[in-house]
């Protein structure tokens, strides 16, 4: 569970660049609800994302992950309890280690690394089934360097990395906006098999509307920085793409959202 | 080349082969461009110098020369992860400082090291010439030294360092703390290269506080040179081939300094080298812009 109260975040604070991109947000997410997150650009998402994820702390408000207050903890420390994966394949890996370095390296996430092999046998054993069962062959790969592989591939492969050390809480940032809608399409459904095996409590953004009715159960749209729309349940499964297109036109005074090629489907 | 001068340049050149490893550690696993290099280099020679001249047990005194070394490679990381001070001007600030600090250390501008014991004291009577023996006795030390560091590098703790000079965002994701990552590498890194000097004041019979200029470069090129000749993923072959790169560079230059022809002298030696390393910067670039164009023109 995940309880975000009242969190503030402003960059370069006392510079003619101040920006407070984060006003107030409130959110408390179940155990094991995923939450699509969208808004235009500049809103806040990923900003809220690095909240979470000790990217960036919260000057004030509170971040509270499974009752532990985290609000100050940095990234590394929080990374035994959340799992990432990044818009851009080549942000969210190590390319120039091999496939089973960096599985390994996410393996060892939240643990004390110790000078044990990183690759012992059994571990190799296991890496290789586990990447085995996103049937894309990788399995006879894992010698090679991240780098080798496609941007879908990588993606994929983070993915498998979020659940090897046993993560509760799953953030994906625009995970698929890097892909073609084919992979972007293979992508979200592993996504989707991964959150459900895992019981993963989920945060997307996505700025896809139709992405972001068809995967989880409840979707949250943030704008300069607050929540203006939070819907779940029968709400949400009465809501289709132009309604949220509307919603989203509604909060942004009006603007013409045709113009928005981001937002349209 | 006599026999004399080849066996002369492959001594050499494994003592530099640990500068080489170090180097490698710095600018290759942690990404971290350190020039500390060129102060803690005479550092492992002066205190090593000053200890055994005290009457230390040599192999204890070249212990603490790398130990002083990883304290000047903590003092640079200190300046670059604590006080977001540049790592080049970092590494400058404590190379400048470590000049004043090796002139205190052993009280003169050099020390000599004649009727003292060193760590090769207990070789030289076993039968084989001294300039056969002086190598031989530090290509073990060397290979104990790639031995350890290629196990070290594929630990968890290992692959985490490398894992930070690569991607320190997603390593911090990943749950590494970075900036501890840095501290021990920077420490293991001129703690290397402090041995190399503790080896070379040793197998030369001096210290001096000028022979650390140019070790950086000198250590690069090696690093260099190695990749070129052998260019491996696997952790303990490219530790090898700095090793490797080491002692071919050194080959090279007594070849090029024994051929009366080209008329080059000792002192020339920084010149060649830093001409040297620049071109292998330089050749990598070029070659991508070449292989672009030529994209382009298929296009
Ligand atoms: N490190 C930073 N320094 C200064 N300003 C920043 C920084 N990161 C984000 N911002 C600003 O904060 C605001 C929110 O940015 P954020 O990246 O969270 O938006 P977003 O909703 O993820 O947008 P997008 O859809 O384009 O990814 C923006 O105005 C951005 O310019
Ligand atoms: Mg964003």
Known sequence: ?265 | MSEIAFFGAVEIGLVYALVALGVYLSFRVLDFPDLTVDGSFPLGAAVCATLLVAGVNPWIASLVAALAGSMAGLVTATLNVRFKILHLLASILTMIALFSVNLRVMGRPNVALLMQDTVLTPFYGLGLPDHVVRPLVVLVVVVVVVLLLARFLNSEFGLAMRATGVNARMARAQGVETDFHIYAGMALSNGLCALAGALFAQTNGFADVTTGIGTIVVGLAAVIVGETVLPARAMLWALVGCVVGSILYRLAVQLALSADAIGLQASDLNLVTAVLVAVALILPRMRLKAASKKREAVR
């Not at chain 1, 939240?110 to 990788?138: T, Y």
């Not at chain 1, 991240?146 to 994929?156: H, T």
């Not at chain 1, 943030?222 to 203006?228: F, S, T």
Request: net charge neutral; glycine share 12%.
């Open chain 1, 1 to 265: 569970m995940i309880t975000v109260n009242g969190i503030h975040v402003t960059f370069g604070r006392g510079t003619p660049l101040e920006k407070h991109a984060l006003r107030g947000v409130d959110l408390t997410i179940p155990e094991g609800q995923f939450v699509t997150v969208i808004g235009s650009n500049g809103a806040g998402k990923s900003t809220f994302l690095g909240a979470l994820a000790g990217d960036v702390i919260a000057e004030t408000g509170s971040i509270a992950i499974d009752g532990v207050d985290v609000t100050r903890w940095a990234t590394p420390k929080r990374a035994s309890l959340v799992a990432r994966v990044f818009q851009d394949p080549m942000v969210g890996s190590c390319t120039a280690l091999t496939i089973e370095e960096n599985m390994a390296l996410a393996a060892a996430r939240g643990r004390r690394r110790g000078l044990g092999f990183a690759l012992r046998g059994d571990r190799r054993r296991h890496f290789r089934e586990r990447i085995a069962e996103l049937g894309l062959g990788l399995e006879n790969r894992l010698h090679d360097r991240m780098g080798l592989l496609s941007g879908g591939q990588r993606q994929a492969v983070s993915l498998l990395m979020a659940t090897l050390a046993g993560s509760k809480i799953l953030l994906l940032d625009e995970h698929t906006a890097a892909l073609d809608p084919g992979t972007a399409e293979f992508v979200l459904g592993l996504t989707r098999r991964i959150v459900e095996e895992n019981r993963l409590t989920t945060l997307m953004v996505t700025h896809s509307m139709r992405q972001a009715l068809d995967y989880g159960d409840r979707t949250v749209m943030l704008h300069e920085g607050r929540i203006v729309l939070d819907v779940s349940g029968e709400q949400r499964a009465g809501l289709d793409v132009p309604h949220l297109l509307a919603l989203f036109a509604k909060q942004r005074g009006g603007e013409d959202i045709t113009d928005d090629s981001l937002l349209i489907g």
